[in-house]
């Protein structure tokens, strides 16, 4: 037996014990997975909040850079005029104090600019949606708890007039008997009980709300630094994988990355837009039908829209409950309205403003949205589409590549074929 294949089969035989050590302890790994991801959340949250506030950033910093080439250009040309003027061939060549001036200052100031701005755009825009939608929301609720009282009243009413129809059910109830002590006993002691546990949740909650500022400001720092020094980052990752990867692996990681990196950010601007131009037809429509409550559901069948194929569904349900609470013929002419809307959505701007840029076809689509959100919720299905998409991605090109080296071998098996013979 050979050295390599006894090695083979030392570390097969090793995997397979630990991974029946490992199932034999599964509640345990699982609690050590979970205790792991608690401590390095902020990290990974961070790294998501680097890459969506470098979407506007970049775009920032390119106009950046295009507005200091012009005013770069308009020294020059300045600095040209005033060569003429003195007749000086040397002086249209040399750089003037005032556009060096200009440059250092730019190159200062250009990061840390793009990325305040850009930080403020994303918290203005949450914050237009939290004011538009949370109040709207909270006068519902509030119609909700002034309307039970009419409603109890009504049901009280009705089991009048139903126990006086029939009186079997009236001396029924009168008949039962009911040890109203100890039922007082034990409502109050219910009440207590409830009471301890709703300060109890009460007080883990604001702990956890604590917590979990603490990790997202921790987040938020960690993505500034990212941000700061991204280029030297992705130097440094290079390097490393230069360093302790074979040259064929290396080229493998390096193209995945670059792969779901362009396929992410077409994700994320593509549903960014198409969800802009949704919510302002739903508000606009909502607004020429007289609908209620129409800028609050035009941003919260926006926002929803972030999640592919589902995420209108939800924010229109809401909106349907929300109208039906003012006006429940409004509330069905919305839902019409709403499934029109989406059908012109699916099937003319979203092809358009998305087009083919993540690659995956529809029924894909729906079996990763489905599959993210039983496995991570919400998020889950944010992320899964991109996901899937990078992985149809790379198997489409793999699957090409040995569909490409069967046909070469297939061709040089004939040539060698037809020499023979």
């Known amino acids: 037996m050979g050295r390599r294949r006894f090695l083979s089969m030392f570390f097969a035989a090793a995997g397979l014990i630990v991974l029946y050590c490992l199932l034999q302890k599964l509640s345990v790994v699982i609690a050590g997975i979970k205790w792991v991801f608690g401590i390095i959340s902020p990290i990974f949250v961070g790294f998501i909040i680097a890459f969506v506030l470098n979407l506007p950033m970049r775009s920032l910093e390119n106009l950046w850079d295009k507005c200091e ?34 440059g250092k200052v730019s190159g200062i100031l250009r990061r840390p600019v793009c990325l305040l701005v850009s930080i403020v755009i994303i918290f203005a825009i949450l914050a237009a949606v939290v004011n538009l939608v949370l109040p709207e929301i909270g006068k519902t609720v509030r119609l909700l708890v002034d309307g039970v009282p009419d409603w109890l009243e009504k049901v009280k009413k009705w089991c009048i007039e139903y126990a006086e129809e029939y009186p079997v059910i009236s001396e029924t109830i009168s008949g039962l008997d009911i040890d109203w002590e100890s039922t007082a006993k034990s409502l109050l002691s219910l009440i207590g009980t409830g009471t301890l546990g709703v300060v109890g949740n009460t007080f883990a909650g604001v702990i956890g709300a604590f917590g979990g500022i603490v ?19 992705a130097r440094q990752m290079k390097r490393l994988f230069n360093a302790f990867l074979p040259d064929k692996a290396n080229g493998t990681v390096l193209h995945v990355a670059q792969t779901s990196h362009d396929i992410f950010c077409a994700f994320v601007t593509g549903q960014c837009i198409e969800a802009v131009i949704l919510g302002s037809l739903c508000a606009i ?15 919260l069948v926006g926002v929803t829209a972030l999640i592919p194929v589902v995420g209108a569904f939800i924010g229109a349900g809401v909106g349907a409950f929300l109208i039906l609470m003012v006006d429940p013929f409004q509330a069905l002419m919305f839902v019409i309205f709403i499934v029109i809307l989406q059908q ?22 729906l079996a990763s949205v489905t599959v993210g959100g039983g496995i991570g919720g919400i998020i889950g299905m944010l992320f899964a589409v991109p996901t ?9 090109e793999v699957t090409a590549k040995r569909l490409e080296k069967k046909a070469e071998q297939r061709e040089n098996g004939e040539d060698e074929q037809e020499a023979g013979e």
Do not use: H
Not at 291 to 298: L, V
Not at 388 to 396: G, I
């Open 69 to 102: 080439l012009g005013i770069k250009r308009f020294f020059v040309k300045k600095k040209q005029k005033k060569a003429l003027k003195t007749a000086s061939g040397d002086a249209s060549v040399k750089e003037t104090p005032v556009e060096v001036k200009v």
């Open 215 to 233: 990790d997202f400001v921790i987040a938020l720092i960690f993505a500034i630094y990212v941000l700061c020094s991204k280029e030297t980052l």
């Open 285 to 299: 429509g909502m607004l020429i039908f007289r609908f209620p409550y129409a800028a609050m559901i035009g941003v």
């Open 344 to 365: 012109i959505e699916g099937n003319v701007i979203y092809p358009k403003v998305v087009g083919n840029s993540v690659g995956l076809p529809a029924m894909w689509v």
């Open 388 to 396: 899937a998409s990078v992985l149809y991605t790379l198997l489409r």
